[in-house]
C-alpha cells in the first residue's frame, strides 16, 4: 500500500490510497 500526498496550486491538500 502506498500512501501519496498531492499538493495543487490553489493550496489544498488530497491524499491517495493507492493498493498495488
Known amino acids: ?3 501519496v500526498r ?3 496550486n ?3 491538500r488530497v ?3 493507492y493498493w498495488v
Open 1 to 3: 500500500m502506498m500512501r
Open 6 to 8: 498531492l499538493g495543487t
Open 10 to 12: 490553489n493550496g489544498s
Open 15 to 17: 491524499s491517495a490510497t
